[in-house]
């Protein structure tokens, strides 16, 4: 994922506080609907989604500007109405994020790794963080000081990151296999923090285990269905970076990414359309 001031990772995006809640929200909203709507929606649609999620107007409008402020997105009026568009840098992020989020590629044993080596002068710190912040988006692993790694499936992905944020002159990227020495799913273990990822998926599902079953019997009526959707897809995109698809032979028995994974894909399934439905009907009646 990115640097926060160019554009925002697909993952996550604010850095505590408030913000770190609507950021990703809006984020999401325009990610969802406004890509398919011309790459715009109106700041009375927003509003008026946002209030569906229990959102108050000055907090929604005050999260925007922030966004605006960082890139994220920019102002246009269309036949006199005040929206919002997302910034073409915005726009490709989203791009790449879809592919991960919504296809969870997950690297086979025999798919090798990723090795990033870096180093950058101290007059330039700058570049360090954003690095650092870059690599750690895109689910790197870190074996040593400025040595990080990866399932060898993000090579394209982690090659046109850093070309976009400028930081090629800085990097060596390697791939090939683990050749010795130890036990390589220790050494995993040592690279990712492994425990917090299994508490995050199973604070996943626990919190959407049972909206699945209701949703599965149709029971979930299209603003409810918005309401549970669209909070849910934010929660769960940042999922995939953090388990940036490790092989599942390297990773505990039972793995809870891969349950929370098919749930997400229920939820994706029979959420994604009655929510989209109701999105645009105020979208579309919305000055």
Do not use: C
């Amino acid at each position: 994922m990115t640097a926060e001031a160019d554009s925002p990772s697909p993952a996550a995006v604010g850095t505590g506080g408030r913000d770190s809640r609507l950021g990703p929200l809006i984020i999401s909203l325009f990610a969802l609907y406004a890509r398919r709507e011309h790459n715009w929606l109106s700041v009375a649609s927003v509003i008026r989604l946002m209030a569906d999620l229990g959102v108050e107007g000055q907090a929604v409008r005050s999260a925007v500007s922030r966004l605006k402020r960082r890139g994220v997105l920019h102002g246009e009026r269309h036949e006199g109405a005040a929206g919002y568009a997302l910034s073409a840098g915005t726009l490709e992020v989203l791009e790449e994020g879809d592919v991960r989020i919504f296809e969870r590629h997950r690297a086979a044993a025999g798919d090798g790794w990723l090795v990033v080596v870096f180093s950058v002068p101290e007059s330039e710190r700058d570049k360090r963080h954003a690095l650092r912040t870059a690599l750690t988006r895109l689910g790197f692993g870190t074996a040593a000081p400025g040595v990080w790694v990866a399932p060898g499936i993000l090579a394209d992905e982690t090659r046109r990151t850093l070309r976009r944020l400028e930081l090629t002159p800085y990097v060596d990227i390697f791939t090939g296999d683990h050749f010795a020495f130890g036990d390589l799913a220790a050494k995993v273990r040592e690279w990712w923090d492994l425990d917090e990822l299994t508490a995050l998926y199973a604070d996943f599902l626990d919190r959407y285990r049972q909206v699945s079953e209701r949703a599965a019997r149709g029971a979930i009526p299209p603003r409810e269905a918005f309401g549970i959707y669209l909070p849910m897809l934010t929660e769960w995109r940042r999922l995939p970076y953090r388990d940036p698809g490790l092989p599942l032979t390297l990773l505990p028995p039972g793995w809870k990414g891969e349950t929370a994974g098919a749930l997400f894909e229920e939820l994706d399934k029979t959420l994604s359309e009655p929510a989209r439905e109701h999105a645009l009907a105020v979208i579309r009646t919305t000055p």
